[in-house]
């Protein structure tokens, strides 16, 4: 993995995003505005399974409404993320905060599909009226706050304290993030 | 008041004990900020689904009256979150933010962004107007807090 993020880097077009002045920052601000559109929106979806917005409207009626807004926004937030990764690939690669983010994606993914899964099984049931099941509930909340925590880990990646050039980290730190760390250097020094 | 007394101002604001305590953590500037991202996506959501329902884009069938008082207490639950985490963010780098041009379009459409939808849209709608400006409201205000979002992500690159 590490030598497809450094053959990346080595591509034109991830050195002409990375050393553009203008192009970066205006990808990475479009990237906040997509999680906005989709968390935002993703908010009141799953607000509306835990019968607190919106209680009007059943359950498909507001997927109908709202969700073709969060994906939009999820393909376009994905979209630019792609390319900031892509900008910098083998620092990304190696942050631990992008690690964390990617694992909880899956973990958000796994869940969307879970429930995904049996609301097009049993929706028919629960649509209309308010006795939604506790399982889904909690997979609404679940999905909120895991959502929430990629926001929290997304963010840190631009502040990397455990990055591969700021040595000496523990040997745990270089060991989940790859780094390539000659330990005799820093024999002696504190933290290592 | 005079320029030099704004910045004497600012220089006051980063030297509080907020503004220090946040230079001095490694951690504490990024975990805040992110809680300031979370505010925003709350604020945003209930942004783009109140205005996106003037502009006539999504729960057509519903009223707008209705899909407003369902946003706003979200969008004060947003403000809420961004204006407690966006205080300390605004301590521990007050000096840069007044020089920082993106911060002051940030705050000039920020308070215009309140006004317009504390005065004017959500008073209009709950009043049950609804004309043929409806859609020109919600472009508005989409528009405003569109810039305040882009603009706020914009200090940190100044």
């Not at chain 2, 101002?9 to 001095?24: A, N, P």
């Not at chain 2, 502009?55 to 979150?81: A, D, N, S």
């Amino acid at each position: 993995m590490l030598d497809i993020a450094k053959w990346l880097a080595t591509t034109e077009w991830s050195i002409a995003l990375h050393e553009s002045l203008y192009l970066y920052p205006w990808i990475e601000s479009s990237h906040v505005l997509f999680i906005c559109f989709f968390f935002g929106t993703l908010l009141f979806v799953d607000l509306r399974l835990t019968g607190k917005v919106f209680t009007n409207l059943s359950i498909s009626e507001m997927n109908k409404g709202i969700l073709p807004l969060t994906i939009i926004g999820f393909c376009l937030m994905t979209l630019t993320g792609l390319l900031l990764f892509y900008a910098i690939p083998v620092r990304n690669y190696q942050n631990i905060f992008f690690r964390i983010k990617i694992l909880l994606i899956i973990i958000a993914g796994l869940n969307a599909l879970f429930f995904h899964r049996r609301m097009s099984k049993e929706a028919k049931k629960w649509d209309k009226d308010s006795s939604i099941p506790k399982s889904m509930k909690v997979s609404a909340i679940a999905s909120l706050f895991t959502w929430s925590l990629v926001i929290i880990s997304g963010r840190l990646i631009a502040y990397n304290w455990f990055d591969c050039d700021r040595q000496p980290q523990s040997e745990w730190i270089n060991f989940l993030t790859s780094c390539v760390v000659d330990y005799q250097l820093y024999e002696g020094i504190d933290g290592i | 008041m005079e320029s030099n007394q704004i910045i004497e101002l600012f220089y006051f604001f980063e030297d509080s004990f907020i503004g220090e305590y946040i230079r001095g953590s490694t951690w504490l500037f990024p975990v805040i900020e992110s809680f300031h991202l979370i505010g925003l996506a709350v604020l945003g959501g209930s942004v783009v689904i109140g205005d996106f329902r003037l502009m006539g884009f999504i729960l057509k069938k519903e009223k707008i009256g209705y899909v407003i008082k369902q946003t706003r207490v979200w969008f004060k639950f947003g403000f809420f979150i961004l204006v407690s985490t966006g205080i300390p963010l605004f301590l521990s780098e007050a000096v840069k933010c007044f020089y920082s041009r993106a911060f002051w379009i940030k705050m000039i459409c920020l308070v215009i962004g309140i006004a317009f939808t504390f005065l004017v849209r959500n008073p209009l709608v709950l009043k049950g107007y609804d004309g043929k400006l409806i859609p020109l409201l919600g472009f508005s205000s989409f528009f405003i807090w569109t810039v305040v979002a882009a603009s706020g992500r914009w200090i940190g690159f100044s």
